[in-house]
């Protein structure tokens, strides 16, 4: 099967850049149309609504006043620099690829349209609970700081999960060059879980990519758990 | 009105009886006096080709000394200065005897630049045994290149990648926790943090969300009291654990340095290790190998090889770099200024074009950015590094025009040192950001070949000339000429022959060559030694043999060489014949007139030179006893030649007017002459045309004079003497030689006469005569035929000689004056003495 649509959340820059790569590779090798998507975080702008919202900055270590208009200037400048960053990278590959800005909580928006996509690429940072939201039948692509300057990749799925989806997915990443493919699979039920796993390996290609594919059940928190562990590095 | 008419008419004073008689008590020279030929058949060769080479230069065993003395001279201060005229074979010889020298001595150190990295705008310099410079700046390389390859190598081991990870995690473990806790304290109050676009904010929670403004404002007043001083407390709180973040970071930073370097000092020990086994009897080599060591196991991220501007992250930031990429391990390169590696004995080194910069080396710039950049390895040699350990040579006049060459040259002789310093720095021309590369230790002999004049200023205005260069080696212009050393001559000629290729020279050739030496000496008894000039004559003289398909060049071919040379160069001297032959210009050959003479002057034109008669006028009148130089008054007279003439009154006053005023003004010209004069070879010539006009004796206008003369009336020696009678030749044969046409010489100058095989052919047939004078008095009596005339035992000069009528004009005006002052009625007239 081919993937007809990859969407990937959109960050501000050098953050989200290495998920944008990715999914722009992939697409090209899945000949899909990629769909960027910056999420406008609304807990931002209730925050800021707050008559003492205050922000107190990571580099600089000060607080500041913060208001509605000065984080929805800071928002569509993120979203501005987010979108440069994808045409950017986008124009390297032939594809179609759009943009896209959506305003509410993140979990909420991505998996609303990872349901339009068949895969979802975004990094791992604050997905702890995306378990909690359930995700459909989508495969999420998560990006995961590596040793270094080096970005590795995890594959979450859910029994719900398209096992048609999974399978493409991991075959174009195989494609893309990465030759040992984890996939997350959150399903406490080992019977579904192997009939889930027999039922992608059945659609993979024989040969390497069977081996190099390595599929483990996991728990909501044990999920939870290692993407804290990653959010760390 | 006074006359003052002569007592003798020309025709009485010119009469043939008594010139002859007196042209027969003077001796003219005979055809054998006038060029001293050499006789092939006495120089016992065929050709060139029997004879061997010449070791040494010729004629200049004062010179040769003097280098072997400043070659053999091991203190300071000892360099050479090589004075002499262009063309003597300085440069050849200096560089034989230095080359003979070098060869005997060892091999310099060879030097590089390799980088301070302590202060790397100080490189270092490394002094290596010869041959082992490049060698070590190839380890080098090769030591870059397995690091390259053995320090990645380290970084993928598993034991780094966890160690890597474990320090990694723990920053992010330590961060996160902090973080952590304060929101978990936050969450006990109610409260969630949220991260921000720029960092974090705390916020009212409800249902696990931030609470909207309204649901706040519906709090009750106390409520929204605790929850705002509750972030207030918060926002203390994380900001008290952001401010230690970069402190984790910079702790974090230092352990990951110390994994690098445990981790890689294995394979960057062992690697040195090599090299100091290799180098270590090297004590400066072996401490940069030691700051090598060390540099290296600071900066290993720099052999990571990173793609193409990428950085090196530390967990998300980007680990702080001077350089990246393969600029970086530029530092490690070895910058060999000075190799030696291949050659034999100390070098000798010419530098023809000696600027400030090839004398002392230059740091080049490159651009990056707009900006302008250099590095030790963009430090070039100059030719003192070139020459460090050996000899120098350089044109003085190159040195002393090329804007602080001499200065740097100086400072460098002094110190002992070559200190590469930028021009532009040096006068703060630029800028930018530049090196001071450790000075070299210098030890050279330098020698400096230019002009005698430039050795004489140089002496006499730079204080440090004579401490620098204590060794002065004269060369000489010409040489000793006898049997032996026209043999020695032949050798000469042998070995430049060889030397430019040239076809062997038979020993008529040698033979007109050597009598070329002679006349190119001006004087019979030297010989030339203008190696230049008879290189020339040497080359010309064989491509005329070839012309003729001789395979030996002869008589013939040399002298049309020279024939061929002076008609390329004679144009001016046609020229002016041409308007003497014409009567354009006023020469007379024959027939008297008194106050008139003819004299002789040389013109230099390049490297040619021809002798051309002028006619020389007096006139005399009363006066208070000066002698009017024209020329002088007109500006176109230089000082020798003023000097010469002012000569003329000391003798006039010495001779004829001991007890009574010079009563005289006298005035001198050269006719037609409308160029410059110089020289005071035509005062004799002077005084005998005012001695003329003085008696009204006339002069023979067949006759032309040369010589200087002195107060007391001695004709003193000339410049030029050939030429000047050939100058007269020449229009005199052109006229038509008569038997009466002559010259007058300084007797002091025969002894230089080298004349052209006509002019002596013609003396031979009595065509032509030179008369060699001694005196003023020699002189005149062949000029007028008159007796000269001695003082008697009354000191009276004879009634009719030449001094007597002038001494007699003399006493006229001197009495005239006395008139003319004091009513004429004081004195008694001059009365001379009775006549017999």
Redesign the interface.
Same mark, same amino acid.
């Given at each position: 099967m081919s993937a007809r649509r990859i969407v990937v959340r959109l960050e501000?820059a050098p953050?989200g850049t290495a998920a944008i790569e990715t999914a722009v590779d992939l697409a090209a090798r899945l000949e899909a149309e990629l769909v960027g998507l910056f999420v406008e975080d609304v807990? +931002?702008l209730?925050?800021a #609504?707050?008559?003492? #919202?205050?922000? /107190?900055?990571? #580099?600089s270590?000060t $607080?500041r006043r913060?208001d509605v208009a000065s /984080?929805e200037r800071? +928002?569509r400048s993120?979203a501005e620099e987010a979108h440069g960053a994808l045409a950017r990278i986008a124009e390297r590959a032939p594809l179609r690829w759009s943009f896209q800005v959506a305003r509410g $909580?993140v979990l909420p928006e991505l998996l609303a349209a990872a349901e339009q996509a068949d895969v979802l690429v975004c990094r791992s940072t604050?997905l702890e609970q995306i378990t909690a939201h359930g995700p459909a039948d989508t495969p999420l692509l998560l990006l995961r700081?590596g040793?270094? #300057?080096k970005t590795s990749v995890l594959t979450v799925c859910t029994a719900n999960t398209s096992t048609d989806k999974a399978a493409g997915m991991l075959g174009g990443l195989a494609e893309c060059g990465y030759d040992s493919l984890e996939v997350l699979l959150v399903c406490e039920d080992e019977r579904v879980a192997r009939e889930w796993e027999d039922a992608v390996r059945g659609r993979l290609e024989p040969g390497s990519l069977q081996k190099s594919v390595r599929i483990r059940s996991v728990s909501s928190a044990g999920l939870a758990r290692l993407l804290e562990q990653a959010?760390?590095? | 009105m006074h006359s003052f008419d002569s007592p003798i008419s020309a025709e009485t004073v010119a009469g043939a009886p008594l010139l002859r008689s007196r042209a027969e008590v003077l001796r003219e020279l005979r055809h054998d006096e006038l060029c001293r030929r050499c006789d092939p058949l006495r120089l016992g060769f065929e050709t060139t080709g029997d004879l061997p080479d010449l070791d040494d230069a010729l004629g200049q065993s004062r010179a040769i000394e003097a280098i072997r003395f400043g070659i053999g001279m091991e203190r300071a201060g000892y360099n050479l200065f090589a004075m002499g005229p262009e063309g003597v074979g300085r440069h050849t010889a200096i560089r034989r005897f230095l080359e003979q020298q070098a060869a005997s001595q060892p091999v310099p150190a060879e030097w590089c630049y390799v980088n301070n990295f302590e202060s790397p705008h100080k490189p270092r310099a490394l002094q290596f045994p010869a041959g082992l410079a490049r060698r070590f700046s190839g380890d080098m390389a090769r030591l870059v290149e397995d690091l390259r390859s053995g320090i990645p190598a380290a970084f993928e081991t598993d034991e780094y990648r966890t160690r890597r990870q474990e320090i990694e995690t723990e920053f992010g473990e330590h961060q996160e926790t902090s973080v952590r806790a304060v929101d978990e304290r936050a969450h006990k109050e109610g409260i969630v943090l949220l991260r921000t676009p720029a960092g974090f904010g705390f916020a009212p929670m409800r249902n696990n969300e931030v609470m909207s403004p309204q649901d706040f404002h519906q709090l009750p007043e106390e409520e929204q009291k605790r929850l705002e001083q509750a972030i207030e407390t918060l926002q203390k709180e994380l900001e008290a654990v952001l401010h230690e973040v970069p402190r984790w970071r910079r702790e974090a930073l230092r352990k990951l340095r110390e994994l690098n370097r445990e981790v890689i000092s294995v394979v960057v020990n062992s690697q040195i290790e090599e090299l100091v086994s290799a180098y270590g009897s090297l004590p400066h080599v072996r401490d940069y190998l030691a700051s090598v060591q060390e540099d290296v196991l600071d900066h290993a991220e720099h052999f990571q090889k990173p793609k193409e501007g990428e950085q090196p992250m530390f967990f998300g930031m980007p680990i702080p770099q001077r350089d990246a990429g393969e600029a970086a391990l530029q530092r490690y390169q070895v910058n060999v200024l000075i190799d030696h590696a291949g050659e034999a004995g100390a070098p000798v080194i010419y530098e023809d074009n000696p600027t400030h910069a090839n004398l002392v080396g230059r740091i080049e710039h490159e651009s990056q950015m707009g900006a302008l950049v250099t590095d030790f390895t963009m430090i070039k040699p100059g030719a003192l590094h070139r020459a460090n350990g050996g000899y120098l040579i350089l044109d003085a006049v190159k040195v002393l025009t090329n804007p602080l060459a001499w200065d740097a040259m100086k400072r460098a002789l002094r110190a002992s040192e070559i200190r590469i310093e930028s021009l532009g720095q040096a006068l703060s021309l630029i800028s930018t950001g530049s090196l001071e590369p450790e000075p070299i230790p210098l030890q050279l002999k330098v020698v400096l070949v230019g002009q005698r004049m430039l050795y004489y200023l140089l002496h006499t205005h730079d204080p440090e000339f004579g401490e620098l260069f204590k060794v002065q080696v004269d060369f000489e212009d010409d040489m000793e000429r006898n049997g032996q050393s026209d043999l020695q001559y032949a050798r000469l000629l042998a070995t430049l022959a060889r030397k430019e290729k040239l076809k062997p020279f038979d020993r008529t050739a040698v033979a007109r060559i050597i009598e070329y030496g002679s006349r190119a000496a001006g004087d019979a008894a030297k010989l030339s030694v203008h190696a230049q000039d008879l290189v020339d004559l040497l080359c010309e003289s064989d491509y005329w043999a070839g012309k003729e398909g001789r395979s030996v060049v002869s008589l013939a071919d040399v002298q049309r060489a020279l024939e061929v040379k002076e008609r390329r160069a004679d144009r001016v001297r046609a020229r002016l014949q041409e308007q003497v032959l014409r009567g354009t210009v006023l020469i007379d050959s024959g027939g008297w007139r008194a106050g008139q003479i003819n004299g002789l002057s040389v013109m230099q034109l390049g490297r040619f030179a021809f002798g051309m008669p002028h006619r020389i006028t007096a006139r005399v009148r009363m006066g208070s006893g000066k002698v009017i130089d024209i020329e002088r008054e007109a500006q176109l007279g230089g000082p020798i030649h003023s000097k010469g003439v002012l000569i003329l009154s000391g003798f006039l006053a010495g001779r004829y007017a001991i007890s009574q005023p010079l009563s005289l003004s006298a005035s001198l010209v050269f006719e037609q002459s409308y160029g410059g004069i110089e020289g005071d070879s035509a005062s004799s010539a002077e005084l005998y045309a005012l001695l003329s006009a003085l008696a009204d004796a006339p002069i023979r206008q067949s006759l032309a004079v040369t010589g200087s003369v002195n107060q007391h009336g001695d004709v003193q020696a000339i410049g030029g003497a050939s030429e000047k009678i050939e100058g007269f030749f020449e229009v005199c044969r052109a006229r038509g030689l008569n038997g009466e046409q002559g010259v007058l010489i300084p007797a002091s100058n025969v002894k230089h006469l080298a004349l052209r095989e006509d002019v002596v052919k013609a003396v031979a047939a009595g065509q032509f005569h030179i008369y060699p004078v001694a005196t003023i008095d020699q002189g005149i009596e062949i000029l007028t035929g008159v007796p000269a005339g001695e003082r008697d035992a009354a000191g009276q000069y004879p009634i009719g000689t030449l001094n007597y009528l002038v001494e007699r004009r003399l006493a006229q005006f001197a009495e005239h004056m006395r008139a003319m002052a004091g009513g004429g009625t004081t004195r008694k007239p001059w009365r001379g003495p009775k006549p017999k």
């Open positions: 501000a953050r807990s +931002l209730q925050w #609504a707050l008559p003492f #919202a205050r922000e /107190i900055g990571m #580099a270590v $607080s913060r /984080i800071s +928002l993120l $909580s604050g700081n040793p270094g #300057a959010d760390r590095r | -």
